[in-house]
């Protein structure tokens, strides 16, 4: 069984999808940290709820060598992140290289980076006029929504589309695809 540490800093559905796949067995890890810049959102107060310790980063006290501490004793074998807003320090991302996953709610390349998103991805692809958007699971590197596409998934954009209709359709596909893609990690099916 792996362990896992979720990066995240909001309502975290992604992180909830993934940890009941563990308790489904469905994927062969345990969510054994959160790690959020955000301690009082509503994935913390989950993590917390299940028994998950949850760390604080980035944090005045806490710089990458901290953190970096706490992967390690904590067993971390795979990152991955679930709506985590910050750049990962470049000293965690070389610590596990091809061992972290980060979701985007588009097809990368386009529609990524800094800035892009949750709803600004989504006003984003209707305002170019995309026929088609999806989900991306790539490896982190030190850039964001760069690295590796290890899946992705396409959703249509429907002509009365609005950024939130397309987002909940975008978002039943993250739930499925990042546990798919996940499962595959832990089993060493992914490199």
Sequence with gaps: MKELA???????????AIHGATKSGEIAGRVALVVTDKPQCPAA??????????????????EPPALLHALKQAGIDFIILAGYLKLVPSEVVQAYPRAMLNIHPAL?????????????VHE????????????????????????????????????????????????????????????????????
């Design 108 to 120: 990368l390349p386009a529609f990524g980076g800094k800035g892009y998103y949750g709803r600004r």
């Design 45 to 62: 107060d989950y993590a917390r709820e299940n028994g998950i310790e949850v760390v604080h980063y980035p944090t005045p006290d806490m």
């Design 124 to 191: 984003a692809v209707i305002a170019s006029g995309a026929k088609v958007s999806g989900v991306s699971v790539h490896f982190v590197d030190e850039e964001y929504d760069h690295g590796p596409i290890v899946a992705q998934v396409v959703v249509p954009v429907q002509p009365d589309d609005t950024p939130d209709t397309l987002a909940k359709r975008v978002l039943q596909q993250e739930h499925r695809l990042y546990s798919k893609v996940v499962a595959a990690l832990c089993r060493g099916e992914v490199r």
């Design 6 to 16: 979720i990066f995240v800093s909001g309502r975290g559905s992604n992180f909830r």
